[in-house]
């Protein structure tokens, strides 16, 4: 088309108020799929330019040989050209669409709308001028015009700038496989590195080496130099581990606070040993420098071989822990093997101690049921009383005293207890919770589940069951899933989630932020909550850095239409931020303690009798 010709711009109203109506319905991220349009039939349409306007995206309009024809208000300030400026111009002369892989040049453009796919939303890099590039989720919609030559079709391109997103999207991306202070693998990543190394050792009868390196005396380092000191110390041996490590072939992480993990693959104990021997030797001619002052520092170490006998990667982790923990415990500045049958090992370990202790709590009901307030941010709901918690458990000695549970869960992690302790919090929550009424506002109870349980098939039957023969009303009931890095099976997390969804109970997600839960398993689960980790929440007071990730949790959230929850509000400057980020709940000691659970469901019964002797008078 030239540009003497007169141009008639469509009016398709109709078509463009469905198109925004659409939009509306569909939240940016989908459970299930990113938003896109439906390829429609070709339209009749009216020619009426203002209906463009409605498009709260750029939009374009090219005949079939590619002139331009139209562009919104929106196209002009994405493209930073005026209409008037590229009226009738090869769209191509003006900006192109890129293979967001290849980075050339899409063939055939007007294909994308006249194809057989299903689909014709298409991510790809938008090209302005020679060198602005920024990614796009393009629509490509066939129309042809009423008036005049009906054979002469016409294109609408709808252009989403995608970069905000893209950057969220890299950064939870990135978040979830590295450390953010070291930049080596998080647990969880090293965690799933040395699965796969194991099922290769399974395979191909291939053998290597685990080491588990700690900071000796951290504490007390940390202590003197401050936070800021002791990260920049962890920082620093990081960095020394990393130089050892062989690119492309071997493995590092922190795998705790001033803990860290490395694989030495396919290589021969000699030669691991060496390697180790070589970072203690060096780490300890290293002097740290803080405030002035030059300080020593030593590292202990322990190692495992990872071969065809390892069971899990869990296990050969927690061994070279183990032999690390020897080490120390010998002085520091020391390396030991772990031995099965070493009696230091057997010691550590506590041998099956903790299995008969675990076992006789549960026969005499050492266990016992906390629940914390979960409570609503708002300053008007933050008023009321207490309607939303979470089930903790606690174990006491027979004494009475109270025992870590840091000590007992990490026994029964060790020795796969963990589905048993499930199956009885589950037995016992309901038990105590079929007491409680419906009520306004129905009280909602949060019920932590392990990996381990949820890899056991026969699980989900146990807690349908249970919640049969309960009567519990499901819709009390939330399920935290908890323990990511343990979860093989992402089909049996979805078929237990759903099975349960579909009577009323609800999920949440838990551990956000840590590298325990993956952005791939929030855009595919099917959850209600999302639980910020409090190890951000606890900073954002003071770390900047802490603070934007709490907000960028937040924000993906509620895209997502999920109720955010923040952990470890431990003051009254954190709720007053959070508050202001409009994190809807949040959790800890400022808020409320844990307390036992038949105390706080007898304080719901009492107000449910209250509420009803109001309404007999």
């Known amino acids: 088309m030239g540009n003497n010709k007169k141009i008639k711009l469509f009016s398709f109203k109709q078509f463009i108020k469905e198109f925004v109506a659409k939009k509306q319905l569909q939240s940016l991220f989908s459970k299930k799929s990113d938003i896109s349009l439906t390829k429609p039939e070709p339209v009749q ?52 669409f890129l293979s967001s892989h290849t980075k050339r040049p899409f063939q055939d453009l007007v294909g994308i709308a006249t194809s057989n796919a299903s689909d014709s939303s298409k991510e790809c890099l938008l090209k302005v001028g020679k060198t602005v590039f920024f990614p796009i989720k393009l629509n490509v919609l066939f129309l042809r015009a009423v008036e005049g030559d009906e054979s002469d079709a016409h294109y609408l391109l709808v252009m989403r700038n995608i970069t905000e997103l893209k950057a969220l999207e890299s950064k939870l991306t990135d978040l979830e496989s590295f450390d953010g202070l070291t930049r080596l693998y998080n647990r ?14 399974h395979k191909h009868n291939a053998k290597h080496v685990l080491a588990y390196f700690s900071i000796d005396r951290f504490q007390m380092m940390n202590d003197t130099f401050g936070h800021a000191g002791g990260d920049s110390l962890i920082k620093s041996v990081g960095d020394i581990l990393n130089s050892y490590i062989r690119n492309g072939l071997d493995i590092i992480g922190r795998t705790g606070g001033n803990q860290f993990a490395v694989v030495f693959c396919e290589s021969k104990v000699s030669y691991a040993i060496v390697q180790i021997k070589k970072i203690l030797e060096e780490v300890e001619h290293y002097k740290f420098k803080s405030r002035g002052e030059n300080y020593s520092v030593t590292l202990s170490a322990g190692f495992v071989i990872v071969d065809g006998r390892s069971t899990s990667s869990t296990r050969v982790i927690s061994e070279a822990n183990l032999a690390c923990n020897l080490a120390a415990n010998r002085g520091g500045n020391n390396v030991c093997a772990y031995q099965a049958e070493s009696q ?96 306004e506002p129905m009280p909602v109870f949060a019920i932590n589940l392990s990996g381990q349980s949820l890899n056991d098939p026969n ?74 980790d409090g190890s951000f929440v606890k900073n954002i007071a003071n770390d900047e850095v802490a603070r934007a990730m709490v907000q960028s949790i937040n924000q993906v959230g509620h895209t997502m239409k999920l109720k955010v929850i923040a952990e470890y509000v431990e003051n009254a400057h954190i709720l007053e931020l959070l508050r202001e980020m409009g994190v809807d709940y949040g959790q800890g000691y400022h808020i409320a303690k844990p307390a036992p659970l038949d105390g706080i469901l007898g304080n719901h019964l009492h107000a449910q009798k209250q509420s009803e002797a109001i309404q007999i008078k």
């Open 45 to 96: 349409v009216n020619c009426h330019e203002d209906a463009l306007k409605l498009i709260p995206e750029a939009a374009a309009i090219i005949d079939q040989r590619g002139t331009l024809l139209y562009l919104n208000p929106q196209a002009e300030k994405l493209l930073g050209r005026q209409l008037r400026s590229v009226l009738g111009r090869q769209y191509e002369s003006v900006f192109q």
């Open 188 to 201: 969880k990543t090293f965690d799933a590195s040395v699965k796969q190394l194991i099922e290769n050792s």
């Open 344 to 439: 230091d090992i057997k010691k550590l370990e506590g041998n099956a101690e903790w299995v008969m202790v675990i076992k006789k709590a549960l026969q005499e009901g050492h266990f016992k049921m906390f629940a914390q307030p979960i409570h609503p941010l708002l300053e008007y709901d933050y008023q009321k009383p207490f309607y939303h918690y979470e089930l903790l458990l606690r174990l006491f000695d027979e004494e009475g005293k109270p025992i870590s549970p840091e000590e007992f869960i990490s026994a029964a992690e060790y020795y796969s207890m963990m589905p048993t302790l499930d199956r009885w919090v589950v037995r016992d929550s309901l038990k105590q919770l079929s007491k409680v009424p419906k009520q």
């Open 459 to 532: 699980f989900l039957s146990y807690v349908q069951n249970e919640v049969k023969e309960s009567r519990v009303i499901p819709e009390m009931l939330c399920f935290e899933i908890t323990e990511q890095v343990a979860v093989d099976d992402l089909s049996l997390v979805n078929k237990f989630i759903e099975s349960l969804k579909s009577i009323g109970v609800k999920f949440s997600l838990d551990d956000f932020g840590t590298g325990v839960s993956s952005f791939g398993y929030l855009k595919s689960l099917n959850v209600d909550y999302l639980k910020i």
